[in-house]
């Protein structure tokens, strides 16, 4: 179990830019959550996937943003034309369905500064 | 919808003094609740969850937390607390049933611990 890996860490792009994140998740878990943290707020769920289908994308924050999970196990986060409000955390989380209580366990988070 | 208030952001106390930072909630169906720890640039560590049972749940670290139903609270507890538990503390509610939006955990915004020497 290596834990929940995302990269980059850091981005530092310019306003209108595309930006790619990649998330892996711990093997074998079949959930897989996107979740943005601002400077002094919790994390806001963002979407989320069971394997390869995404359950859940209306919370995503605008129609720049999107996520794949195209064979079940990484997944990516893209947000296109990039804006100065996207500057933000990007956390992945991961879980087994099925696993007691809905616990879920966080990566280490992709900060983005648009610039 | 659930929601999660976290009534202190920030909480100043003294090396080896007890803690507790409070968290309320609101669903209207049972919810998961769990406490999470946040060092500065990192993601964010499980501290304790409470499902069922024993209302009294320990985590790591030495910290404790009590489910209270009827005043929907959580509140995270640590009798002795040190320098190394500076972080920024989230309390989370999940529902049981997992469908839509509503699998992910929903935030509180979080409560900056200070431990002062």
């Known amino acids: 179990d290596t834990g929940v890996s995302q990269n980059p860490r850091h981005k530092i792009t310019k306003r209108g830019q595309n930006v790619t994140f990649r998330c892996d998740p711990i093997?074998?878990?079949?959930?897989l959550y996107w979740y943005r943290q601002t400077l002094g707020q919790g994390p806001e769920f963002l979407t989320y996937?069971?394997?390869?289908?995404?359950?859940?994308k209306s919370r995503l924050l605008s129609d720049r943003f999107s996520a794949e999970r195209p064979k079940g196990s990484f997944s990516t986060l893209e947000i296109q034309r990039t804006e100065q409000g996207d500057s933000a955390m990007y956390l992945c989380?991961?879980?087994?369905?099925?696993?007691?209580?809905?616990?879920?366990?966080f990566g280490e988070g992709s900060w983005l500064t648009v610039v | 919808a659930q929601s999660v208030t976290q009534l202190d952001s920030q909480v100043p106390v003294f090396e080896e003094a007890p803690v507790e930072l409070r968290c309320n909630y609101s669903?209207?169906?049972?919810?998961?609740l769990f406490w999470y720890v946040q060092y500065p640039n990192q993601g964010l560590q499980l501290l304790l969850k409470?499902?069922?049972?024993?209302?009294l749940v320990k985590g790591i670290n030495g910290f404790e937390a009590e489910f209270n139903k009827s005043q929907t609270s959580f509140h995270l507890r640590k009798p002795s607390v040190h320098i190394s538990d500076t972080a920024e503390y989230f309390c989370?509610?999940?529902?049981?049933?997992?469908?839509?939006?509503?699998?992910?955990?929903?935030f509180g915004k979080g409560t900056h611990l200070i431990i002062q020497p």
């Open positions: 989370a509610v999940s529902v049981p049933y997992s469908g839509g939006g509503a699998d992910g955990l929903t």
């Open positions: 093997s074998e878990h079949n959930r």
């Open positions: 409470y499902l069922s049972g024993s209302t």
């Open positions: 669903s209207s169906v049972s919810v998961y």
């Open positions: 996937f069971q394997n390869e289908a995404q359950l859940e």
């Open positions: 989380a991961s879980r087994m369905e099925g696993s007691s209580g809905n616990t879920i366990y």
